[in-house]
């Protein structure tokens, strides 16, 4: 069973950053993604991180002021948000499971047994 704990939410202004993580218990995974879920909106995919056999990784991302990382290390997995705006206010969610996909293929909410318990960033002046 694999436990996840987001934290790095938080209120920033227009234009700031933040940078969540994703710590992860268990046994380890092959794919990482970050979704958010706004008030009256359907949970969205924002970034995933895929690791192949040969220890490589390869990354997706909806948005593209959004960077998702890896630390194999410490089995955590970050996200960093740049230049952020009052849309994407929301909780953020981190997910993992096991197997592989490609790019839109590693957006599909469903096929995500393990989830965390979410982190609020609100974008605010």
């Known amino acids: 069973q694999v436990q996840l704990v987001e934290s790095g939410g938080g209120l920033v202004q227009p234009g700031g950053s933040l940078r969540l993580s994703c710590a992860a218990s268990g046994p380890t995974f092959s794919i990482a993604a970050w979704f958010r879920q706004a008030p009256g909106k359907d949970r969205e995919p924002v970034a995933a991180i895929v690791r192949s056999g040969d220890g490589t990784d390869s990354v997706f991302s909806v948005k593209g002021r959004f960077t998702i990382s890896r630390d194999n290390a410490k089995n955590t997995v970050h996200l960093q948000m740049d230049n952020l705006k009052p849309e994407d206010t929301a909780v953020y969610y981190c997910?993992?499971?096991?197997?592989?996909?490609?790019?839109?293929?590693?957006?599909?909410?469903?096929?995500?047994?393990?989830w965390g318990q979410g982190t609020q960033v609100t974008v605010s002046s």
């Open positions: 997910a993992v499971r096991h197997g592989y996909c490609v790019g839109e293929t590693c957006y599909n909410v469903d096929s995500y047994p393990y």
